[in-house]
């Protein structure tokens, strides 16, 4: 036997015996039953920032909640943010919106894909006006 053919036989080998071990796992992986996400996977990651509450509105009293809808990608970053349910008041739905376009959100789920969250923001006057805003989730 050459040279090359002893070695072309034991790099077979080795090949043949981390195979089967590796096809194994993989099996048992695409076996393994999908992670469930808990009910607090929606939530973004500290520190996001909160949503300013518009001079104007807080000077008109304008209160209520927006009900995002928040499509994220794999790494959790916003990809399209849409208001599923307005306030009612065009400036605190666009406050809301361009502020959760900035957060980060957990990456889920492990497979890669995108993901649709809904998340919403409270605007409600509490006290009398200030320079500070309001608590908005």
């Given at each position: ?25 993989l099996?048992?992986a ?32 304008e ?75």
């Amino acid at each position: 036997m050459t040279r090359s053919a002893a070695i072309s036989r034991r790099s077979r080998f080795a090949l043949n015996a981390l195979a089967w071990p590796l096809a194994a796992l993989l099996l048992s992986a695409c076996a393994a039953p999908a992670p469930t996400a808990s009910a607090d996977e929606w939530r973004p990651t500290v520190p996001n920032p909160k949503a300013p509450y518009p001079l104007g509105s807080r000077e008109n009293g304008e209160q209520g909640e927006v009900l995002l809808q928040v499509l994220t990608n794999a790494e959790g970053k916003p990809t399209r943010v849409e208001v599923k349910k307005s306030s009612g008041y065009a400036r605190l739905d666009k406050s809301a919106v361009d502020t959760v376009r900035l957060w980060q959100f957990k990456p889920l789920p492990q497979d890669g894909t995108v993901t649709w969250r809904e998340v919403p923001i409270r605007f409600f006057i509490s006290g009398p006006l200030s320079s500070t805003p309001a608590p908005s989730l």
